[in-house]
């Protein structure tokens, strides 16, 4: 199966919480679950897919965050503090069910814990679910802060790749659409500090942002501080 250019799929995604009665084919949830094995090998997070369960979807948080017809969703467990590297390897999986042809949604509430059906182990948290199908709809695009306020330039001039990379930042989902993180170029050209601010999730939301980064610097030569 060829899979959308991952460039196209930061694009052209947006969040979505109103999904079709349309089952994901077979070849697609093996593509998932081969690369949910891979992160959770990786990260040393527990990752799960869940496949025609509507339950979690169910109840007065959901009918909050107004999500209709989702019954497929991806949990991420593991230790608390993770939370940078659930949003960094998180978002590796939203984008490849983008690449897929589908759509998604972070969700960090407006669920009913009660019917996820993933034990936790000793020490563990449920940190994110995420909803995921064939959408009713392809969402629309988030509104962004200025750049000035998510970047600091401290280099003369501003590389292409930084350029480029802050344009892949821009492109990052964030909790209430609040983009609560800041990167700096260090005066060096190729040194980037990344800080999350305060805000709901915003750890979180900075490791998502990350990996947009590290996308769009493509093979730049740059250095995480």
Same mark, same amino acid.
């Given at each position: ?5 991952? !460039?196209?799929?930061? =694009? ?14 077979? &070849? ?17 997070? =527990? ?5 025609? &369960? ?12 107004? $999500? ?15 939370? &940078? ?5 998180? &978002? ?9 042809? !589908? ?58 790749? $930084?350029?480029? #990379? ?42 998502? #942002? ?16």
């Amino acid at each position: 199966m060829q899979l959308l250019d991952i !460039m196209q799929a930061m =694009r052209l995604r947006h969040s979505v919480r109103s999904y079709l009665d349309h089952p994901i084919e077979p &070849e697609k949830v093996e593509i998932l679950q081969s690369a949910i094995n891979e992160i959770s090998a990786a990260s040393g997070l =527990r990752v799960h897919l869940i496949l025609d &369960e509507p339950q979690a979807f169910t109840g007065p948080l959901a009918h909050y965050g107004s $999500f209709k017809g989702c019954k497929n969703y991806i949990v991420i467990t593991g230790e608390k503090g993770r939370d &940078e590297d659930v949003g960094y390897y998180g &978002e590796k999986l939203v984008l490849l069910v983008q690449q897929l042809g !589908m759509n998604s949604c972070w969700v960090a509430l407006t669920y009913n814990r009660a019917k996820i059906s993933v034990a936790l182990q000793k020490g563990e948290k449920l940190h994110i679910v995420i909803a995921i199908g064939y959408g009713a709809n392809h969402g629309v695009p988030h509104k962004n802060k200025p750049l000035a306020q998510l970047c600091t330039i401290e280099c003369t001039q501003t590389p292409l790749w $930084f350029e480029n #990379a802050m344009a892949a930042v821009l492109k990052a989902p964030t909790a209430v659409n609040q983009q609560k993180f800041h990167f700096t170029l260090c005066a060096d050209g190729k040194t980037v500090r990344a800080k999350a601010l305060l805000g709901p999730c915003a750890k979180m939301d900075l490791g998502i #942002a990350k990996y947009h980064f590290e996308l769009g610097a493509g093979d730049a030569d740059f250095i995480w501080a």
